[in-house]
């Protein structure tokens, strides 16, 4: 469930050079999944949801979970900050490309913290905000708005991590 190549996809938005293919995978639960082939063979799957996954398909694994009583598109909440810089240290520190992030539906903790990983970027908000709407399900304009006023600056959000070298990382091919 909403799976996609977010490089892919940014790059049809417009932003060609931004983020390579197969540097960042998004999507949903894994457990209908079989094969690694069907979700673009992760070398790293970062899983934000509460439950473990039941198959890591090969690829190196990494739960960075927040409770769901959170409310993640709060990018102010100091909880949410903390989930959000340890998403993006993961993904920073990922012993193998590409990165695949999931939730249970893929558009909610998966969108925020894929948006905040095109700000680190330098995406133009459209671009992120686009990107966002491309999930199925519920999603909303002013919600992923609302995640990405509340991140602000960056650097300044992302304290626990070096920002240059999460932009390193993700655009090494």
């Known amino acids: 469930m909403n799976f996609r190549d977010v490089g892919e996809w940014i790059a049809l938005l417009g932003a060609e050079n931004l983020l390579p293919a ?8 894994l457990d209908a999944v079989r094969e690694a082939a069907e979700i673009g063979h992760p070398g790293t799957i970062v899983n934000l949801r509460q439950g473990p996954d039941r198959h ?6 990494r739960h960075v979970s927040i409770p769901n009583s959170y409310e993640k598109y709060d990018t102010t909440d100091a909880t949410v900050r903390r989930w ?11 012993p193998a490309f590409p990165v695949m992030l999931h939730c249970t539906s893929g558009k909610d903790r998966t969108g925020v ?14 671009i992120i905000v ?25 650097r300044r959000y ?8 999460l932009r390193e990382r993700l655009r090494s091919v």
């Open 158 to 165: 992302l304290a626990r991590v070096d920002v240059q070298r």
């Open 22 to 29: 197969r540097r960042l995978l998004r999507g949903g639960k």
């Open 56 to 61: 890591t398909f090969g690829a190196e694994y």
């Open 113 to 126: 913290a894929v948006a905040l990983l095109l700000t680190a970027l330098g995406a133009p908000r459209a």
């Open 130 to 154: 686009e990107e966002y709407l491309l999930s199925d399900g519920e999603v909303e304009r002013a919600w992923i708005e609302r995640a990405l006023d509340g991140i602000g600056d960056v």
């Open 84 to 94: 959000l810089n340890a998403v993006a240290q993961a993904v920073c520190e990922a």
